[in-house]
């Protein structure tokens, strides 16, 4: 055995050889048996230097070890039995994607279908269940009129129609270029049909005042 | 130059079935291993059963092993973990020491309140390896005794040595591999007259 080799296989017991060297070196270690050998007793060495009492530096532990293992497969042979199946796994991440993208079209959808108005009309809807309640008991005390008069229970079609503040304020800024009797029945319409739903009351006096200032 | 390099490529040849790579491994550690165990039970023989067993289960667990730590790190996991159960499993005190220490497997106040139950003939080839080897030491020239025992006992690097020792990081893997090659010789010479049992594993 050449020096050189034994100075490799000093240093790289001390992982100071580098990886590439060691490579090689590991493959010549694990097959040649003396080199195995001077390998063992380079550790006794260590264990007698660090006074590792109650070690048993003669142990038979590691010819026991090497002996249970020749009766297990080999790691290689054993991985590429399983090969085939990891071969497989490529798809597996894609299907929990696919699954999970699934399940959130699947949730988007059920909430859509729980939630009919759009936020923005649920607000504004939100008043006329209770008038057209109030109404209905009205008329039924009234004068015992049919069912048929009351009113419906959801507008859901008015509330999609209520206009806004900012829809009025949008009429009166724009009025300059409507004429004067279209401007007039526009805005006294808003007033006059959803005084509640077209904003704050002070903000439908702002927009009359705003008008009116506006037409003169 | 990568730390664990040389386990990790010893690894990776038992990882592509090369058996005779473990081996090496299992030299190289196992007295490392047993003197962990032995923190558990007090047997030196039950200390090997269990060194085999968690030898065997890092053997059969090697294809997870992915080397984001070092091997022996892992190691000592699965060996810890097999001596507690082993111990739990025979319903034994472990030997109360502070287990979670870092390195504590190189602290020498312990060693003393081991008890060593080694059989007879046990005692006297390890005492006869043990002298051998401390005979070897003391008949090294300073240099090579300071390097070796740097190494050895204070676990340094080259690196570290060759600062230590104000010389070149070969000149301290020279040193280090004269002072193996001398104690080696002496060595030898005990195994083959009856020992031999590391050539067995060629």
């Known amino acids: 055995m050449s020096e050189e080799l034994d100075s490799q296989l000093s240093a790289m017991f001390d992982d100071e050889l580098l990886p590439q060297e060691c490579e090689l070196l590991a493959r010549r270690l694990s097959r040649d048996g003396e080199l195995k050998a001077r390998w063992g007793r380079y550790a006794v060495m260590g264990a007698v230097i660090r006074a590792e009492r109650g070690v048993r530096l003669n142990a038979p532990l590691a010819h026991r070890v090497s002996a249970v293992l020749l009766a297990e497969p080999e790691l290689g042979a054993a991985a590429s039995v399983r090969a085939p199946r990891a071969g497989l796994r490529w798809w597996q991440p894609l299907a929990g994607g696919a699954v999970a993208a699934g399940v959130a079209a699947a949730s988007i959808l059920w909430l859509r279908a729980q939630t009919p108005l759009a936020p923005a009309t649920l607000s504004a809807a939100a008043q006329p269940p209770a008038a057209a309640h109030t109404v209905s008991v009205v008329n039924g005390n009234a004068g015992g009129a049919h069912d048929s008069y009351v009113t ?51 903000a439908s006096d702002d927009a009359k005042s705003d008008a009116k200032g506006n037409a003169q | 130059m990568s730390a664990d390099a040389s386990d990790l490529s010893l690894v990776r040849r038992v990882q592509r079935g090369d058996k005779g790579a473990f081996d090496a491994l299992v030299l190289k550690y196992q007295h490392k291993l047993v003197k962990l165990v032995m923190r558990y039970v007090r047997n030196p023989a039950e200390a090997e059963d269990i060194a085999q067993e968690a030898f065997i289960k890092a053997y059969r667990a090697l294809p997870q092993f992915r080397g984001d730590s070092a091997f022996y790190t892992w190691l000592y996991r ?20 502070d287990l979670d220490r870092h390195n504590s497997e190189e602290s020498y106040e312990m060693q003393g309140r081991m008890k060593d139950a080694e059989t007879p003939e046990g005692l006297v ?7 051998t080897v401390n005979a070897a030491i003391d008949a090294l020239p300073e240099d090579l005794r300071t390097a070796i025992v740097l190494r050895e006992l204070e676990g340094l690097s080259y690196e ?8 070149p990081v070969g000149t301290v893997r020279s040193r280090i591999f004269r002072a193996r090659e001398a104690i080696d010789h002496r060595l030898r010479e005990v195994f083959e007259g009856g020992l031999g049992r590391a050539e067995e594993l060629g």
């Open chain 2, 125 to 131: 080839l390890t005492d006869e390896i043990r002298s």
């Open chain 2, 160 to 167: 570290e040595i060759a600062a230590t020792m104000d010389c």
């Open chain 1, 152 to 202: 419906p229970r959801a507008p859901a079609s008015r509330a999609l129609v209520v206009p806004s503040t900012e829809l009025a304020n949008y009429v009166v800024a724009h009025s300059m270029f409507s004429t004067p009797v279209a401007r007039r029945n526009l805005l006294s319409a808003f007033m006059t049909s959803e005084p509640g739903t077209a904003g704050t009351e002070d």
């Open chain 2, 78 to 97: 699965i060996a810890i973990n097999t001596a507690k159960n082993a111990v739990v499993s025979r319903d034994r005190s472990p030997i109360e020491y």
